[in-house]
């Protein structure tokens, strides 16, 4: 009688498992392609999660992670006792707020216009000139940007010159630190950030808009009854993924428009990681406030995911 029972149970596992092996065989070259990606997160992103330990140790190199000295919370009280640590969280936030505020929305703005353009030439065109930026590294970025801005023969400044204005240097002035730093990333990323959006849009019924027409809506009905609620969901879980990254934002763009001029307004968490672990010496503390920040950006993701799913829309897990 046990037999019996057993029976219909095992035949199912097999079943499941030969389909599982028809689906690999048959899908392989997916999967094939899949590796390098797959092999990239491991090695780069989990295994260096073996060392979040020396965030709890008196870390030495010479004497490994075995060896060094466990002191538990000891660098979370350091880090959250420093008057620095404040100034560093109000700094991060608000970049990473002006962010969402202004950079975040964009991209959608831009790729309603472009999917407004029934020219398709020119369409491309546009598409083509506003990727560019996002192909060239900060440093060539901060490079134009202290050129055209900052020389002393550059355009800007031999305008304010011609105008009867004193030359003024932007980057050692902290009130314009937060403006350059949201300008630039605009400028470099918003076009790179519309292709989610345009490949969402690519995939709406024409039917729908078709039935709009007929109905009497002009452009911009269609846009906000049909093409707006059609990415939504898009919009969504692109903003949660956004959330996550609150606490992290481009070191190598912060780091280069930084100075002793503008560091209270410019010092933010990536960057004193950098001082801290790198030029210091202190990896343990500096693993400590990137552990720090990867559970902030942890709670956000999962807050975020949930208040989603409370509203009706499809999260990210």
Same mark, same amino acid.
């Given at each position: 009688?046990?037999?019996?029972?057993?029976?219909?149970?095992?035949?199912?596992? *097999?079943? =499941?498992?030969?389909? /599982?092996?028809?689906?690999?065989?048959?899908?392989?070259?997916?999967?094939?392609?899949?590796?390098?990606?797959?092999?990239?997160?491991?090695?780069?992103?989990?295994?260096?999660?073996?060392?979040?330990?020396?965030?709890?140790?008196?870390?030495?190199?010479?004497?490994?992670?075995?060896?060094?000295?466990?002191?538990?919370?000891? $660098?979370?009280? !350091?880090?959250?006792?420093?008057?620095?640590?404040?100034?560093?969280?109000?700094?991060?936030?608000?970049?990473?707020?002006? +962010?969402?505020?202004?950079?975040?929305?964009?991209?959608?703005?831009?790729? /309603?216009?472009? *999917?407004?353009?029934? +020219?398709?030439?020119?369409?491309?065109?546009? =598409?083509?000139?506003?990727?560019?930026? $996002?192909?060239?590294?900060?440093?060539?970025?901060?490079?134009?940007?202290?050129?055209?801005?900052?020389?002393?023969?550059? @355009?800007?400044?031999?305008?304010?010159?011609?105008?009867?204005?004193?030359?003024?240097?932007?980057?050692? *002035?902290?009130?314009?630190?937060?403006?350059?730093?949201?300008?630039?990333?605009?400028?470099?990323?918003?076009?790179?950030?519309?292709?989610?959006?345009?490949?969402? /849009?690519?995939?709406?019924?024409?039917?729908?808009?078709?039935?709009?027409?007929?109905?009497?809506?002009?452009?911009? $009905? =269609?846009?906000?009854?049909?093409?707006?609620?059609?990415?939504?969901?898009?919009?969504?879980?692109?903003? @949660?993924?956004? !959330?996550?990254?609150?606490?992290?934002?481009?070191?190598?763009?912060?780091? /280069?428009?930084?100075?002793?001029?503008?560091?209270?307004?410019?010092?933010?968490?990536?960057?004193?990681?950098?001082?801290?672990?790198?030029?210091?010496?202190?990896?343990?503390?500096?693993?400590?406030?990137?552990?720090?920040?990867?559970?902030?950006?942890? @709670?956000?993701?999962?807050?975020? *995911?949930?208040?989603?799913?409370?509203?009706?829309?499809?999260? @990210?897990?």
């Amino acid at each position: 009688m046990k037999q019996l029972l057993l029976r219909p149970r095992t035949f199912h596992v *097999n079943l =499941q498992k030969s389909y /599982l092996v028809s689906k690999l065989i048959r899908d392989r070259w997916l999967y094939f392609m899949l590796l390098p990606g797959v092999f990239y997160f491991l090695l780069f992103k989990y295994v260096p999660m073996a060392g979040i330990v020396i965030a709890f140790q008196e870390y030495s190199p010479f004497k490994g992670i075995t060896g060094s000295k466990w002191i538990g919370l000891e $660098h979370f009280h !350091l880090l959250f006792g420093d008057p620095v640590f404040w100034m560093l969280l109000k700094n991060t936030l608000t970049l990473s707020l002006l +962010n969402i505020v202004f950079a975040f929305p964009l991209p959608i703005i831009v790729a /309603l216009m472009l *999917n407004e353009m029934k +020219n398709v030439a020119y369409k491309r065109l546009v =598409q083509t000139l506003i990727y560019i930026p $996002h192909f060239m590294s900060w440093v060539i970025v901060i490079g134009m940007f202290f050129v055209l801005f900052e020389s002393q023969n550059g @355009i800007v400044q031999n305008l304010a010159a011609a105008a009867g204005f004193e030359k003024f240097s932007f980057m050692l *002035n902290s009130d314009w630190f937060r403006p350059i730093y949201i300008l630039q990333n605009i400028w470099k990323e918003c076009g790179w950030g519309t292709i989610i959006y345009l490949a969402a /849009l690519a995939g709406i019924d024409p039917q729908m808009y078709e039935a709009a027409r007929i109905d009497g809506a002009n452009r911009m $009905h =269609q846009m906000w009854h049909i093409t707006l609620p059609s990415i939504r969901s898009t919009i969504i879980i692109l903003l @949660i993924l956004r !959330l996550g990254d609150i606490m992290d934002l481009s070191f190598d763009h912060v780091f /280069l428009l930084l100075n002793t001029m503008n560091r209270e307004v410019a010092e933010v968490f990536d960057t004193y990681v950098y001082n801290a672990g790198i030029v210091k010496g202190q990896f343990s503390f500096s693993t400590a406030v990137g552990l720090f920040k990867s559970g902030v950006g942890l @709670i956000l993701i999962i807050v975020a *995911n949930y208040l989603s799913k409370k509203l009706g829309e499809e999260g @990210i897990f």
